[in-house]
């Protein structure tokens, strides 16, 4: 927790929606003004984390309804983040200031929430424009009560938990789905976070079952960084995608969002490709529609949707306990290679944010960020 007061001065991170190049930070409306109504909270926003996943969501923005989540001037988009807050003030008797919660915050330093469903674990955001997003968005994790939560372990459970959560369903779906008849899968952007879990999964499946072949596809300059991950069986720069067979049985994981790439992809291998799976929008400015390609059509992969899934095959209980131990068992592996990055202030976050946007973070780093000075 940093030692910011709660007095301080509110910002918004914002970004235009039409050229995701146009940002800005803007003074909101002072917290000590705020009029709560019933059930509503005062959330300071202590850090949050940020990375290529959150430029897809603002990538998707209009079209997955991200920019629903938290009001922005007409024009304008607030991206929601993993982050930790703290309870100012609070007009809900289940929620107490002082409390700290993990969940989807705005690129800001303070929010109000509407509390509904508040218990022991925490509560949901009920605001009216949040009530037709997907649930798994809205919920907010009180740490005192989270079994799962680790205090020293709260920049790795920003950074990585999000998209673990992602990849762990990923895998669980092509299992489930007996890879579509793939004999490998082939993932894009195979330096970012989530694709690397997603290869981590896969690869925890051992030869037992005829486990699929993981391979890798990343820029040039990311080779030598995939490879020491130690879960993909091939790496490969996108100018070496030929040397792939044309008639091996694919399953493609699109997280690069490249409509180039994708149509080079389904082509060369037409009905190799046994099924082609959008994720995400890492190459954001290289976004397209499927249009009408060779082989089967890219299906947008919807987490929520198999979360339900699962809580109905397993059980709640069940589906919790299963992403628990995998998560802890990525946990550790990814501390092996990931340095963590602290920055402060809108100049600090503004820098940060264009440097993923245009493609120039590490893939070994992590930016934990704040908007306080």
């Known amino acids: 927790m940093t030692d910011t007061p709660a007095s301080a001065s509110a ?22 003004a705020v009029d709560l109504q019933s059930g509503q909270v005062l959330m300071r926003i202590d850090n949050f984390a940020f990375t290529a996943n959150n430029i ?16 922005a001037p007409e024009g304008w988009g607030r991206i929601p983040v993993w982050g930790f807050g703290d309870v100012i003030r609070s007009n809900h008797e289940a929620v107490k200031p002082g409390e700290r919660y993990y969940g989807y915050y705005p690129m800001s ?45 709260e920049d790795q459970q920003m950074l990585l938990k999000p998209l673990f959560v992602t990849s762990f369903l990923i895998d669980d779906f092509l299992a489930d789905n007996a890879f579509f008849g ?25 030869a037992t079952g005829g486990r699929c072949e993981i391979i890798g596809l990343t820029s040039p300059g990311n080779v030598a960084f995939v490879q020491r991950l130690g879960c993909y069986d091939r790496v490969l720069s996108y100018d070496q995608i030929e040397s792939i067979p044309a008639d091996l049985p694919l399953a493609y994981v699109d997280m690069a969002g490249n409509a180039e790439l994708r149509s080079t992809l ?35 992969f919807f987490a929520p949707a198999q979360i339900k899934k699962r809580a109905q095959d397993w059980g709640a209980a069940e589906f919790q306990r299963r992403l628990g131990a995998a998560w802890l068992q990525f946990l550790g592996a990814s501390a092996a290679w990931m340095r963590v990055i602290h920055a402060r202030g809108p100049a600090a976050v503004e820098r940060v944010y264009l440097e993923v946007l245009e ?9 934990v960020l704040t908007l306080f000075e």
């Not at 910002?11 to 000590?32: M, T, Y």
């Not at 493609?359 to 930016?367: I, L, N, Q, T, W």
């Open 11 to 32: 910002v918004d991170f914002i970004v235009r929606r039409d050229n995701l190049h146009e940002c800005k930070s803007l003074r909101a409306q002072d917290p000590g």
């Open 109 to 153: 330093t303070h929010v109000v929430l509407q509390a509904a469903r508040a218990g022991a674990a925490g509560f949901s955001d009920g605001a009216e424009q949040r009530k037709a997003l997907h649930p798994v968005y809205n919920q907010y994790l009180r740490t005192a009560t989270d079994p799962g939560y680790d205090a020293g372990r």
């Open 56 to 71: 897809t969501y603002a990538a998707f923005g209009a079209a997955m309804s991200y920019w629903d989540f938290f009001a």
């Open 266 to 300: 389904h082509h060369r291998f037409g009905d190799s490709l046994k099924y082609s799976c959008a994720v995400g929008g890492t190459h954001w400015d290289a976004l397209g529609g499927a249009g009408k390609l060779p082989g089967p059509r890219p299906t947008l």
């Open 359 to 367: 493609g120039r973070a590490r893939p070994d780093e992590g930016h």
């Open 182 to 206: 793939a004999r490998a899968v082939l993932l894009s952007s195979a330096s970012s976070k989530t694709a690397y879990g997603t290869a981590f999964q896969l690869a925890r499946r051992g």
